[in-house]
């Protein structure tokens, strides 16, 4: 069937399905906050909860009630009525219609092993459940799309029941009939063949509902649509339940770029991946790097060859530009790297390198020998800024760190433990000696830092760590092997990553810290302190001067200096 140029309506689960993934917990702000930017971003549907299953979303119904919605319709979700109850009297029912949403999604059984194993009633009880909840909710003026549960299992045991469940929600009313591959184990071919039957016995626009338990939601959702389905259900990032539930994202985009058809409002694809981003961050996970469309590396070329051809012609390593859906190309540095990578990593940042330019080989030598120590600038990008810019000496220090201890101290054991760090630094010549307190030495380290840079530079106190990864080198070694240290830094507005490594834990993630730091300060244009004025030379706990310290010559070590208090040209 041709897809071109039709409409699918975009069904969005995520606050529902999705609340059911492991790891996945919305507070009612956070679905309230989310349901809005899927609205913004013009999904046509957003499920927003079970008003019968928990307070949390008859709160949300509650709060939504008085918000505004710009395109998407606010749907309730909930079950068929229970045996041996009317419509009329079932609670379950009338929560639904309490809730006060234009549209009510219903599910019921399409499989006869669940009518006569999980509800215990006869399959004729099991479709009077169906048709009566359907025509009860239609008599209350809602939109209803009925969710016929677990139907391609259904199909393949019992055909003439599967279909004979549908029509039972046609003949009461039902706007839409949703068929679900709930336990998410049907076949492409099967699941095709399916829908050909129902689409020969209904004449209701048909949905897909699709689980990715064989790594097939999305594909199947796909085929669907092929097969003339005008409603796909689905979640953002795939969250949902086991394996997770059809990644909405990557519908729409092969939807809307791949297939012809509209999915959102014209130009809002450009906001997928901020808004796959933006669910992550509300759900408090990490966000899945290897998404298609959506994810840092759906668009990041490693290899020298591709970059070179990418820096030619993007669509030589690139199905689709990365702008398309609000992404971005990443070129990244490693071992495997060649001058193009580097040439295009520097371009992106201004600075003047090719091919012909000593520093360009020197920057990629130094890349190398470096991943040889251990360390990693795929994921730190922003140290690998920092490494360019202080070999091309386009890098001044913003401070100079004079000494620093932590203490780990456990007085029973009882007792919680307790991390102080003792940090001493100086900037412009001036001394800052402070100490902060942490959960563990790491967080005390960097309290303590940004506690003693704030005087000078203010907006390092907007710097969160939002990830913090540790990796065994030479696991060998036991408790004395080498550390790469990844962490990832926020300031609100942006995201990056840093990169230390030692055989000291604490050495290895004061790198990271430090590069952290040093990056914000870059990316805000702050200037570097220049030398105080004699007056102002003094530690706030002294009542004397305190001279500049002398030069210490610098450590003799491969891996590049934790600071970038000198130039090097290493």
């Known amino acids: 069937?041709?897809?071109?140029?039709?409409?699918?309506?975009?069904?969005?689960?995520?606050?529902?399905?999705?609340?059911?993934?492991?790891?996945?917990?919305?507070?009612?702000?956070?679905?309230?906050?989310?349901?809005?930017?899927?609205?913004?971003?013009?999904?046509?549907?957003?499920?927003?909860?079970?008003?019968?299953?928990?307070?949390?979303?008859?709160?949300?119904?509650?709060?939504?009630?008085?918000?505004?919605?710009?395109?998407?319709?606010?749907?309730?979700?909930?079950?068929?009525?229970?045996?041996?109850?009317?419509a009329a009297a079932d609670t379950n029912l009338r929560a639904l219609i309490d809730a006060g949403t234009p549209v009510v999604t219903l599910f019921g059984k399409s499989w006869d092993l669940h009518a006569r194993r999980a509800l215990e009633v006869s399959l004729l009880e099991n479709l009077a459940m169906i048709g009566e909840s359907v025509a009860w909710l239609k008599s209350q003026g809602v939109e209803v799309v009925?969710?016929?549960?677990?139907?391609?299992?259904?199909?393949?045991?019992?055909?003439?029941?599967?279909?004979?469940?549908?029509?039972?929600?046609?003949?009461?009313?039902?706007?839409?009939?949703?068929?679900?591959?709930?336990?998410?184990?049907?076949?492409?071919?099967?699941?095709?063949?399916?829908?050909?039957?129902?689409?020969?016995?209904v004449r209701t626009p048909l949905g897909i509902h699709t689980h990715d338990d064989s790594g097939l939601g999305v594909a199947n959702a796909l085929a669907a649509v092929e097969e003339g389905c005008v409603h796909v259900q689905g979640t953002i990032n795939g969250y949902g339940e086991r394996c997770g539930n059809a990644n909405l994202c990557t519908i729409i985009a092969d939807l809307e770029l791949k297939m012809g058809t509209r999915a959102l409002p014209r130009g809002r694809v450009a906001e997928l991946?901020?808004?796959?981003?933006?669910?992550?961050?509300?759900?408090?996970?990490?966000?899945?790097?290897?998404?298609?469309?959506?994810?840092r590396s759906a668009f990041a070329?490693?290899?020298?060859?591709?970059?070179?051809?990418?820096?030619?012609?993007?669509?030589?390593?690139?199905?689709?530009?990365?702008?398309?859906?609000?992404?971005?190309?990443?070129?990244?540095?490693?071992?495997?790297?060649?001058?193009?990578?580097?040439?295009?990593?520097?371009?992106?940042?201004?600075?003047?390198?090719?091919?012909?330019?000593?520093?360009?080989?020197?920057?990629?030598?130094?890349?190398?020998e470096l991943e040889h120590d251990g360390y990693q600038f795929e994921g730190a990008e922003a140290s690998f800024e920092?490494?360019?810019?202080?070999?091309?000496?386009?890098?001044?220090?913003?401070?100079?760190?004079?000494?620093?201890?932590?203490?780990?101290?456990?007085?029973?054991?009882?007792?919680?433990?307790?991390?102080?760090?003792t940090i001493k630094v100086s900037v412009a010549g001036a001394f800052e000696h402070t100490a902060a307190e942490g959960h563990g030495p790491v967080n005390a380290l960097d309290n303590a830092l940004r506690k003693a840079l704030e005087k000078f530079y203010p907006g390092v106190g907007d710097v969160r760590l939002t990830d913090y990864k540790v990796r065994v080198l030479n696991e060998k070694q036991a408790t004395a092997a080498r550390v790469r240290v990844l962490?990832?830094?926020?300031?609100?507005?942006?995201?990056?990553?840093t990169v230390g490594v030692s055989d000291n834990i604490i050495e290895a993630s004061w790198e990271a810290l430090v590069d952290s730091l040093t990056y914000k300060l870059l990316k805000d244009g702050v200037q570097v302190q220049k030398l105080l004025r004699p007056a102002v030379l003094k530690h706030p706990a002294a009542s004397n001067e305190v001279a500049p310290p002398k030069r210490r010559p610098a450590r003799n070590r491969r891996a590049r200096p934790s600071l970038p208090a000198t130039r090097r040209t290493d």
């Open 273 to 295: 991946t901020e808004v796959s981003r933006y669910v992550s961050e509300m759900a408090n996970l990490h966000h899945p790097d290897r998404a298609p469309f959506v994810g």
């Open 146 to 201: 009925y969710d016929a549960e677990h139907f391609f299992d259904g199909f393949l045991a019992n055909p003439e029941y599967a279909l004979a469940s549908v029509r039972a929600a046609e003949q009461a009313g039902a706007d839409r009939i949703v068929l679900c591959d709930t336990n998410g184990g049907t076949l492409t071919r099967p699941l095709v063949e399916s829908i050909r039957a129902v689409r020969a016995a």
């Open 386 to 421: 920092i490494l360019v810019k202080d070999t091309l000496h386009q890098l001044e220090p913003f401070f100079k760190l004079e000494g620093f201890r932590v203490i780990v101290e456990k007085t029973g054991a009882d007792e919680a433990t307790r991390a102080e760090a």
């Open 487 to 497: 962490v990832e830094s926020s300031d609100g507005r942006r995201t990056w990553g």
């Open 301 to 368: 070329h490693k290899g020298g060859i591709h970059v070179s051809a990418v820096l030619k012609h993007p669509r030589t390593y690139e199905h689709v530009e990365p702008e398309t859906v609000g992404n971005e190309r990443r070129v990244l540095v490693s071992d495997l790297s060649g001058q193009s990578n580097v040439i295009a990593k520097a371009r992106r940042w201004g600075l003047p390198l090719d091919k012909n330019r000593p520093e360009t080989r020197a920057i990629l030598e130094r890349v190398k």
């Open 1 to 86: 069937m041709a897809v071109k140029n039709r409409s699918i309506e975009i069904y969005d689960t995520t606050l529902r399905d999705g609340c059911q993934g492991e790891g996945v917990s919305f507070s009612v702000e956070d679905k309230l906050r989310i349901a809005h930017r899927l609205d913004q971003l013009g999904v046509a549907y957003i499920e927003g909860g079970w008003p019968g299953s928990n307070p949390r979303d008859v709160e949300f119904f509650a709060r939504s009630r008085g918000e505004r919605w710009e395109r998407a319709r606010l749907a309730a979700f909930g079950s068929t009525r229970r045996p041996r109850v009317s």
